[in-house]
């Protein structure tokens, strides 16, 4: 059984920083894409990072508005999945939910991942 297991989340002023985690069992991070998502209060989940690797490439994405100050990463042998956020904005408040994917690119509609944790709070102060 799959399973993902977010942790990191929290309440940051504007322009701090946090480092999302994302435990995985069951399915190895190296051989599936992984991606992040947020979702506030009556909306759909909003992609935010994706990445998948094939041996030594990888392939990231990432949404227009986080490029430069987020970064997604994977660490093979403890099977987690990273979000590292910079320069925080009150806008990047929401529900993060970390997913994976069996699709050969780095996804980034919501639709095509099959496996998603329950979701961490992260709340962004001005």
């Known amino acids: 059984q799959v399973q993902l297991v977010e942790s990191g989340g929290g309440l940051v002023q504007a322009a701090g920083s946090l480092r999302l985690s994302c435990a995985v069992s069951?399915?190895?991070?190296?051989?599936?894409?992984v991606g992040w998502f947020r979702q506030t209060p009556g909306k759909d989940r909003v992609f935010v990072a994706a990445?998948?690797?094939?041996?030594?490439?990888?392939?990231?994405h990432y949404a227009d508005s986080v490029k430069g100050r987020f970064t997604i990463s994977r660490d093979n042998v403890q099977n987690t999945l990273y979000l590292q956020m910079n320069s925080l904005k009150p806008e990047d408040t929401g529900v993060y939910y970390c997913?994976?994917?069996?699709?050969?690119?780095?996804?980034?509609?919501?639709?095509?991942?099959?496996?998603w944790g329950q979701g961490t709070q992260v709340t962004v102060s001005s």
């Open positions: 069951g399915r190895a991070v190296s051989s599936v894409a």
């Open positions: 990445a998948r690797s094939w041996g030594v490439r990888s392939n990231f």
């Open positions: 997913a994976t994917s069996p699709k050969m690119y780095p996804p980034v509609r919501a639709d095509e991942y099959d496996y």
